[in-house]
């Protein structure tokens, strides 16, 4: 079982920045898949960054350039940066533990990010 619980959410204007953060008990870390996905009002979660266990990581095409996931092992966190914050960027946050043998996921609660003037 691994408990996610993020944190970071919150009010800013547009062109601003915020960091997010997911940390996760447990001491499988390294062995999980790590995630940011969201989900704005009326429409459906979607991937926005993942990272695996060695750094590899992906993201949405809407935020490449912009958002940086990152993960420290050492701490079992994850954590996404998010620059040049656009209003279609407002919608709850949720960080994801996908293990990589067996597939079972976990996720965290979410915390909310809106972006408006």
């Known amino acids: 079982q691994v408990q996610l619980v993020e944190s970071g959410g919150d009010l800013v204007q547009p062109g601003g920045s915020l960091r997010l953060s997911c940390a996760a008990s447990?001491?499988?870390?390294?062995?999980?898949?790590m995630g940011w996905y969201r989900q704005a009002p009326g429409k459906q979660r979607e991937l926005v960054a993942r990272?695996?266990?060695?750094?590899?990581?992906n993201y949405a095409d809407s935020v490449k350039g912009r958002f940086t996931i990152s993960r420290d092992n050492a701490k079992f966190t994850v954590y996404l940066q998010m620059n040049s914050l656009k209003p279609d960027d407002t919608a709850v946050y949720y960080c994801?533990?996908?293990?990589?043998?067996?597939?079972?996921?976990?996720w965290g609660q979410g915390t909310q990010v809106t972006v408006s003037s």
């Open positions: 994801n533990a996908r293990a990589v043998v067996g597939g079972h996921e976990y």
């Open positions: 447990g001491s499988a870390f390294r062995l999980y898949v």
């Open positions: 990272i695996a266990s060695g750094g590899s990581t």
